[in-house]
């Protein structure tokens, strides 16, 4: 009975091992373990007020929970964009600096400071949801149609676009002043968790329920697991292609819409930098092939979250900010080696002798 019970663990344990969501999982507890042993008040959340007087949370949890938001957001459309395409998406940063200075652009009109918003909120956000889509779909046309790899049909971007941002608001930095603008990267009066978190949830519900009632993931798998097999099947792969980078282009205004949020203003340079190497690496740590194909959307999901959590670690810790690459180097070999498929077959077969043989009883 005994080694039954223990046949039956092992069985739980490599066919959990199995999953793709166990990788960010045990990245999670990993994390936690180690701030629970060197700092517990890592998990310390306070009650206060803000400058404004609403009540607030705060905390390395609270954090996480902040910032990590507009990553699993990215996320969501570079997990889309590296299933179907077989690459990803390096320009959204620079994305992010044009959709977030187009809704300056649009709230503030030729003065870049105004007494008053020129335009309503809303009418700012979908117009730099129609930028942000039509920059996504530029990409879509170089990789889909002009069969550019990826990474390097989204250089052009990643090299110009922050230049573009600066040039919509003539190179000058506006400013908000409108309080209610930073609703949207702060908090909303009387709620006391971060707006971008309620905004994260929106779009993973949207996500899941697009998933689930439409065809565009599992058409989505099926391009990148073999693009010749779904043509002859009735796709059209340069068409999903193009519309993963669409979509990946409306989770990029969304994004922008909390940073510019957080400042009520914009620094072209500085905004979301390296922020799609946060977004690439949490689609790897959800154990999704880089190479395209088969994706679970809530193990990217919960891949950002982890990287946030990394992220302010090494902050807490007085790592400096150029040396924060090197640490994510470390992480991106690492998930790697454990993603390819020579490991993890490996890691069945070494599961495999582990598990004792079951004996009938009685």
Do not use: H
Request: proline share 4%; charged share 10%; hydrophobic share 50%.
């Amino acid at each position: 009975m005994e080694k039954t019970k223990k046949t039956g663990t092992a069985g739980i344990l490599s066919g959990l091992v199995r999953k793709q969501i166990f990788i960010p999982i045990a990245a999670l507890l990993i994390l936690a373990v180690f701030n629970l042993i060197a700092d517990p008040g890592f998990f310390k959340i306070t009650f206060g007020y803000n400058s404004a007087g609403d009540p607030v949370l705060s905390g390395y949890l609270m954090t996480i929970l902040d910032s990590g938001s507009e990553l699993a957001i990215l996320a969501i459309g570079m997990t889309l964009v590296t299933a179907a395409s077989g690459g990803q998406d390096i320009s959204v940063g620079a994305t992010i600096a044009i959709a977030g200075s187009v809704i300056l652009r649009v709230l503030c009109g030729t003065n870049s400071r105004p007494e008053e918003l020129q335009a309503p909120i809303i009418v700012a956000f979908l117009v730099a949801c129609v930028v942000a889509m039509l920059f996504g779909a530029f990409n879509g046309v170089l990789v889909a149609y002009f069969k550019i790899q990826p990474m390097v049909a989204t250089l052009i971007l990643f090299t110009a676009g922050r230049s573009i941002a600066a040039w919509i608001n003539n190179n000058e930095l506006p400013i908000v002043s409108d309080p209610t603008f930073t609703y949207f990267g702060g908090f909303i009066p009387g709620i006391p968790i971060p707006t971008p978190f309620f905004i994260a949830v929106i779009c993973m519900i949207i996500t899941a329920l697009v998933l689930r009632f439409t065809t565009l993931g599992l058409y989505t798998q099926s391009v990148g697991i073999n693009e010749s097999s779904s043509r002859l099947n009735g796709l059209n792969p340069n068409f999903i292609k193009f519309l993963t980078f669409v979509i990946l282009g409306l989770c990029v205004a969304v994004a922008a819409l909390i940073k510019v949020s957080r400042l009520s203003s914009i620094n072209y340079s500085v905004i979301a930098k390296d922020i799609e190497m946060d977004a690439i690496l949490a689609v790897a740590l959800g154990g999704n092939a880089l190479s395209g194909g088969k994706f679970s959307m809530p193990a990217s999901i919960l891949g950002a979250y982890v990287i946030q959590m990394l992220t302010t670690t090494l902050y807490k810790f007085n790592v400096q900010s150029d040396a924060l690459s090197a640490y994510k180097a470390v992480v991106v070999i690492v998930l790697v080696v454990l993603s390819a498929p020579i490991t993890r077959e490996k890691l069945a077969s070494l599961g495999k002798k582990l598990r004792p043989q079951a004996k009938e009883v009685g």
